[in-house]
């Protein structure tokens, strides 16, 4: 699934949720952060990984975090 974050992308900390142009709500759940030059709208694509578990792919950043999706 493609879409963008909605609004201003920085990077994420263990408690980051963001909310997508498509209206889902995704939340970190692997413990990660990183800090990363401002973006607005920034592209995402969420996959699913081998075991199961959702990852979000992020345009021009290296990490990928472990998602879970969150009722809005």
């Known amino acids: 699934m493609t879409s963008s974050i909605r609004g201003v992308f920085d990077g994420w900390m263990p408690t980051t949720r963001w ?3 498509n209206g889902q709500v995704w939340a970190i759940a692997d413990g990660s952060r990183t800090v990363y030059p401002r973006a607005v709208d920034a592209r995402v694509r969420v996959i699913r990984g081998v ?3 959702f990852y979000i792919e992020i345009d021009g ?3 990928t975090p472990r998602v879970r999706r969150v009722d809005p």
């Open 19 to 21: 909310t997508l142009n």
């Open 61 to 63: 950043v290296s990490q």
């Open 51 to 53: 075991f199961g578990g």
